[in-house]
């Protein structure tokens, strides 16, 4: 089939960000599917990415706001420049639908609702997170300042969410969490979760330091940031307390400048902002600490630990977001602040159970968490809404 695939931005694994498209694009291109991709870029793209990309796609249309993200120094003319082109991209996805025929349309972007608010081809949606739930939670942690801008992007992302809806029936959440949130617990839709790389995410040369910690992210991510103070403000002054010899591991890129100035006034924690590669990272430490307080989707962090066979100690928001058919995670998760520090010091304790729960869990991402399964779904369901638009047309 005639795919034309519509993303809010260049998904590769040589690009900062989500993954999930790319993997889906591989996989349908595997198929002997043509996929058109037609893209927002956020980002500079290496040439490296863009190359694989042209070999699993007919062609790429491409709408960069990089430059202007770069350039701009106040976030509402980043949101203004953002603006103009998704107008652009509206106009030539028109006429791009006029010259050529496509079979179905794979929709990811809530903010790029404007494309195919008129089409008449069959859509799929990939809903994937509940951007409103997020939002509305941020802005609880929100200063003043900001919230004015966090406010008008919650509006915007809660009437496309409601459009989406509307507009098709083949719509795909990437948790029950997530879709719960937006539709109700007894949704007919499908979930559609992220996939590992499982030869990528495993132990090399699992050697844990004792009472050691280990946090992974994009550092400037407010969620991931808000868990990284909350790591070394809340958390290490109980474990000095407690344990002998505690450190942290902060691991990720764009640290802002308040985080690493709050990890410069202890020699047990460790900011490394970039690196090439976190997995001897994680190889080293003891537990993966992920005290995540608002977030929607699935956090991919978690899923590489309990791959790479850590044992992980969550929040219940994150923890909602990888729980597949009811199926008990085997992660501890706690919410209060002590309950959350008194799960890492058992763990510390208990070399046992630490183990039994990165076997569990490197055995629950292997069962559930597939791209290639995943993939198919989606397959599926675009033949669904090419058929159903066919019945239709009589």
Same mark, same amino acid.
């Given at each position: 089939?005639?795919?034309?695939?519509?993303?809010?931005?260049?998904?590769?694994?040589?690009?900062?960000?989500?993954?999930?498209?790319?993997?889906?694009?591989?996989?349908?291109?595997?198929?002997?599917?043509?996929?058109?991709?037609?893209?927002?870029?956020?980002?500079?793209?290496?040439?490296?990415?863009?190359?694989?990309?042209?070999?699993?796609?007919?062609?790429?249309?491409?709408?960069?706001?990089?430059?202007?993200?770069?350039?701009?120094?106040?976030?509402?003319?980043?949101?203004?420049?953002?603006?103009?082109?998704?107008?652009?991209?509206?106009?030539?996805?028109?006429?791009?639908?006029?010259?050529?025929?496509?079979?179905?349309?794979?929709?990811?972007?809530?903010?790029?609702?404007?494309?195919?608010?008129?089409?008449?081809?069959?859509?799929?949606?990939?809903?994937?997170?509940?951007?409103?739930?997020?939002?509305?939670?941020?802005?609880?942690?929100?200063?003043?300042?900001?919230?004015?801008?966090?406010?008008?992007?919650?509006?915007?992302?809660?009437?496309?969410?409601?459009?989406?809806?509307?507009?098709?029936?083949?719509?795909?959440?990437?948790?029950?969490?997530?879709?719960?949130?937006?539709?109700?617990?007894?949704?007919?839709?499908? &979930?559609?979760?992220?996939? +590992? =790389?499982?030869?990528?995410?495993?132990?090399?040369? !699992?050697? #844990?330091? $004792?009472?050691?910690? *280990?946090?992974?992210?994009?550092?400037?991510?407010?969620?991931?940031?808000?868990?990284?103070?909350?790591?070394?403000?809340?958390?290490?002054? &109980?474990?000095?307390?407690? +344990? =002998?010899?505690?450190?942290?591991?902060?691991?990720? !890129?764009? #640290?802002? $400048?308040?985080?690493? *100035?709050?990890?410069?006034?202890?020699?047990?924690?460790?900011?490394?902002?970039?690196?090439?590669?976190?997995?001897?990272?994680?190889?080293?430490?003891?537990?993966?600490?992920?005290?995540?307080?608002?977030?929607?989707?699935?956090?991919?962090?978690?899923?590489?630990?309990?791959?790479?066979?850590?044992?992980?100690?969550?929040?219940?928001?994150?923890?909602?977001?990888?729980?597949?058919?009811?199926?008990?995670?085997?992660?501890?998760?706690?919410?209060?602040?002590?309950?959350?520090?008194?799960?890492?010091?058992?763990?510390?304790?208990?070399?046992?159970?630490?183990?039994?729960?990165?076997?569990?869990?490197?055995?629950?991402?292997?069962?559930?968490?597939?791209?290639?399964?995943?993939?198919?779904?989606?397959?599926?369901?675009?033949?669904?809404?090419?058929?159903?638009?066919?019945?239709?047309?009589?």
């Amino acid at each position: 089939m005639k795919v034309l695939y519509i993303t809010p931005d260049f998904q590769h694994p040589h690009v900062p960000g989500s993954h999930r498209h790319y993997h889906f694009i591989k996989d349908f291109h595997r198929r002997g599917h043509q996929v058109t991709l037609f893209t927002l870029v956020q980002q500079d793209v290496p040439n490296s990415a863009l190359k694989e990309m042209k070999t699993l796609t007919q062609r790429i249309y491409m709408f960069s706001v990089a430059e202007a993200k770069k350039s701009s120094k106040s976030r509402l003319s980043k949101e203004m420049a953002q603006r103009e082109t998704i107008k652009k991209m509206t106009t030539e996805f028109r006429e791009l639908i006029i010259r050529e025929k496509f079979d179905v349309i794979m929709f990811h972007g809530k903010i790029l609702y404007p494309l195919i608010a008129e089409t008449n081809i069959p859509v799929v949606i990939d809903f994937c997170d509940a951007t409103s739930m997020r939002l509305l939670i941020q802005m609880r942690h929100e200063s003043v300042k900001k919230f004015p801008l966090r406010f008008t992007r919650y509006l915007i992302a809660k009437s496309n969410e409601k459009h989406m809806l509307q507009k098709s029936d083949q719509i795909a959440f990437i948790s029950a969490r997530d879709r719960a949130a937006i539709v109700g617990p007894n949704s007919p839709y499908d &979930v559609v979760p992220n996939g +590992v =790389d499982l030869n990528f995410w495993m132990p090399k040369d !699992r050697n #844990p330091q $004792p009472n050691t910690i *280990a946090l992974t992210g994009v550092m400037s991510y407010q969620p991931n940031e808000d868990a990284a103070m909350y790591l070394i403000r809340k958390v290490m002054p &109980v474990l000095r307390e407690r +344990v =002998d010899n505690p450190h942290l591991y902060l691991i990720g !890129r764009s #640290p802002t $400048p308040a985080l690493v *100035a709050e990890g410069k006034k202890h020699d047990d924690v460790t900011v490394t902002g970039f690196v090439d590669d976190v997995r001897p990272y994680l190889d080293k430490s003891m537990v993966f600490a992920a005290p995540i307080h608002f977030a929607s989707g699935m956090q991919n962090k978690v899923l590489e630990a309990m791959a790479m066979q850590m044992p992980v100690v969550t929040t219940s928001v994150v923890s909602e977001g990888v729980e597949i058919d009811n199926v008990e995670m085997p992660v501890r998760v706690a919410d209060d602040e002590n309950a959350f520090t008194e799960q890492i010091i058992k763990l510390f304790k208990d070399s046992a159970t630490c183990k039994r729960l990165g076997d569990e869990g490197r055995t629950y991402v292997e069962q559930h968490f597939v791209w290639t399964e995943s993939a198919a779904k989606f397959e599926r369901m675009c033949n669904t809404a090419i058929s159903k638009a066919l019945e239709k047309a009589g």
